[in-house]
């Protein structure tokens, strides 16, 4: 029986034979569909093991918890079911479900190794290369090896390249950003990319005017006296826009957009990537 | 009925109101269990609509397919059940029955709004100020901001400093690294840290040669004649051990080790962060 949470705030214990992460994912995507201010996040990671998973269901009880697992083995599933059911905890079982169904159309059954996604192969060394690309080639810094890139972004400051960047590579894209700026000339290379290569990230100068005050504030020296006035704002991103048309890139207003929102509109826009 | 896979290879459609992370997250998780070369992933984001939903069902008709999906909105959950049921395609709902279990628990109804997990908040702007930190203060380039740094990293060449510091600013952490070699001074800025503060990487001699092999043949022009030569590395190596014992700090070994699983170990010995 499910008790409907009044007085307390709710404890969601993650547990995971492995890092957790693919459970936090879920938690994440469900809670926020609540309001995350009354709901708090305990995570118990590498629970490999019978003794381990009791400790774990024994601090639950008692408490306002919902546990989340994702356990590969099944005798610890079956242990973590029963003991929850006896103490009166919900539970959730993240993979379990999508396992299982896979499981029977596949015809296999699985690994049952814990911790199998997060295995090196050579996808992953290659997001490791892509994010030393990231670096070495954020805010213009090496221009000669732009035409190694997948994506090359351009725009004036504060408009987050860098981030979007560092998310595509962790994606396993290798990412360039170049910052444009009224006083500096724009990179020959940019004009002898593809267009297509190119994304332009533009803002409404409102937004970017608060973004940009929140940076001043929170440096030690004022870096540029006009580079949160509004003149200023829009005399860069009107000459950003120019240089952006007359590349004929690809432009993403990134206002109240999220990283991942941005990254997933220049993907799907690219069939060759 | 759920038809076993023999002839061909599987298809697995992710469907999603947002951009279809979590879902994959999760499948990803499922489908590493298996061996993923038989299995193919199609990603179809903000679906919102009854009409792109059976778009999406009409394409997985006649197909090897299994739909894994992320949908808020209870009328599309509905028509997706039904209509794939109806064409006999099997679906995994990778959120339905966790969203289900926390509404039950906290007495509240979902917002049901697609997306929210990706909303702007306070957060959100912390993790990207934490990307520009670790883009400063990678490879020892501001050693006057290592005091505002939660973790900094040390280690000789190819220890995957620079990847760890970026994950972990996307986790919201402020990371810096330096590297250590013996012919570069220590920076007199490290001693004067916290040693709970600085955390070590090392590697097994002849993994960090192999990694250093394939830097070499990727790179344009030999950056030094010995860097992948054991001596050398077996110097460097022993160099560092050095440096961090005299510093005090955690010393992780990464050999075979994921980004993610080297962040998750210095997390969880971190009860302050």
């Known amino acids: 029986m499910l008790n409907r949470v009044e007085d307390e705030d709710l404890t969601v214990f993650i547990v995971s ?23 708090e996040i305990k995570k118990f990671t590498n629970i490999t ?6 400790e774990v269901v024994s601090r639950a009880k008692d408490r306002k918890v919902i546990i989340a697992y994702t356990i590969v083995l ?3 599933c079956e242990h973590l079911k029963k003991a929850a059911k006896a103490a009166e905890i919900p539970i959730v079982d993240v993979i379990g479900p999508a396992m299982l169904k896979f499981s029977e159309l596949l015809g296999q059954k699985p690994k049952l190794e814990p911790g199998l996604n ?23 810094k090496e221009l000669k090896k732009l035409e190694e890139a997948d994506v090359v972004i ?11 960047s560092m998310y595509l590579a962790h994606q396993g894209y290798k990412a360039a ?9 724009v990179p020959q290379e940019l004009y002898e990319l593809s267009a297509k290569k190119l994304v332009g990230l533009t803002i409404d100068p409102t937004v970017l005017q608060e973004i940009r005050q929140e940076r001043l504030n929170s440096m030690q020296f004022k870096k540029q006296a006009d580079y949160a006035t509004m003149d200023r704002i829009l005399k860069e991103l009107d000459f950003a826009e120019e ?15 999220s990283i991942e929102e941005t990254a997933h509109k220049i993907l799907s826009e690219r069939s060759d990537l």
């Open 118 to 140: 997060r295995q090196l192969d050579q996808e992953y060394f290659e997001r490791i290369s892509c994010i030393d690309y990231a670096i070495r080639c954020d805010d213009g």
């Open 243 to 257: 240089i952006m048309k007359k590349l004929g890139c690809m432009i993403i207003n990134v206002t109240n957009k």
């Open 49 to 54: 093991s019978i003794a381990k998973l009791s």
């Open 17 to 39: 034979d492995s890092i957790g992460e693919t459970a936090e994912t879920v938690v994440n995507a469900v809670i926020s569909q609540f309001g995350t201010d009354q709901i």
């Open 74 to 76: 099944p005798e610890l």
């Open 177 to 185: 950003n170049i910052p444009l700026m009224p006083e500096v000339d």
């Open 154 to 164: 351009i725009g004036v400051s504060r408009t987050s390249k860098t981030p979007l």
